[in-house]
């Protein structure tokens, strides 16, 4: 007689998990320990022209060009965007790989971060620009190059476009739309070079309905 399983939970999405569990535990740790602000070590440098801007010389300015993603503000603002990653995450995670995400959210933490201090003021930090990225790569669902899906175009006009919109008021809301607009392109150039090409699709499919012949 087969033993009944045990009901039990499963880490089904390494990379998301660990990156919003590393969220939450650095908002904990500057709102129980620091209690005045949060450490640079989250906040991307701005330009030359604002407060604290990029040192070049300083080697924790290139890691905080990766690390900005994981402070948030407040709680509000952390649960904004964990609600989007832990919703998306698993599903892109399932979809490409939990290496290739990772190489995603740091390749989109990156570019926002340089771009943050090439040409804002301000400094940056929180996970937008990874969720934005997210947005349009879940909606790019076509497996061929050669055709852009309609929703993916839609989901762009819609948050993309709002973004744009918004760009005059991104002082007054302290919501970097600059930000934002940086993860979406990148998720919609990771959509792009993700997808194989048609002739690679054809090829891995007549090879996996080869070894199907073969085991069967």
Sequence with gaps: MAKKKRLGIEYNAPV??????????????????????????????GSQSGPFPFDYK??????RLFTHVLGHR???????????????GPILEDRFGSKMLL??????????GVINACFIPQGLMGASGVVFMMILLS????IDRSRIPLTFILVALVYLGSEFLSLGTSEQ???????HLIGGGCGSIFGYLAVPS???QTAKKAKNDGCEIIHN
């Design 103 to 112: 190489v995603m959210i740091m390749a989109t933490a990156f570019v926002t």
């Design 74 to 88: 407040d709680w509000s603002h952390l649960m904004g965007n964990l609600s989007l990653l832990l919703l998306l």
């Design 58 to 63: 300083d080697p924790l300015h290139y890691v």
């Design 198 to 200: 048609q002739k690679k």
């Design 16 to 45: 998301t998990l660990t990156f919003s569990l590393l969220c939450v535990a650095v908002l904990l740790f500057h709102q129980m320990v620091i209690q005045n602000g949060m450490l640079l070590l989250f906040i991307a440098p």
């Design 173 to 179: 809301t302290g919501i970097s739309n600059i930000a």
């Design 139 to 142: 909606s790019y669902s076509t």
